[in-house]
Nanobody, 128 residues
């Protein structure tokens, strides 16, 4: 079982930046895909970004492309989400997710049901 622990959330003004971290343990992650999802109050959980650990290939939601960057540190088994130009609509609980293997369809990387390990979440609040 993979353990995922998020950190780095907080309160920031619109236009500001935050960096979220997801520390992963329990496996060798070379075959994993790691992702960030978020859930705002009263809304469904939505995809934010994903990264293939081995290749470094990345995937982004249109709403964050160009503002957010997902990356990983192999030595630390940690995935990061660098968030810039934050907007009030980015306010949500951000979750780290993981799954081993390669999806048959690329679309699967965008689907929360494809991932089988989840962190507890970290709150991001962007004030206007």
């Amino acid at each position: 079982q993979v353990q995922l622990v998020e950190s780095g959330g907080g309160l920031v003004q619109a236009g500001g930046s935050l960096r979220l971290s997801c520390a992963a343990s329990g496996r060798t992650f070379s075959t994993y895909t790691m992702a960030w999802f978020r859930q705002a109050p009263g809304k469904e959980r939505e995809f934010v970004a994903a990264i293939r650990w081995s290749s470094g290939n990345t995937y982004y939601a249109d709403s964050v492309r160009g503002r957010f960057t997902i990356s990983r540190d192999n030595a630390k088994n940690t995935v990061y989400l660098e968030m810039n130009s934050l907007k009030p609509e980015d306010t949500a609980v951000y979750y780290c997710a993981a799954r081993s293997g390669t999806a048959f369809y690329t679309e699967n990387y965008y689907a929360d049901r494809w991932y089988d390990s989840w962190g507890q979440g970290t709150q991001v609040t962007v004030s206007s």
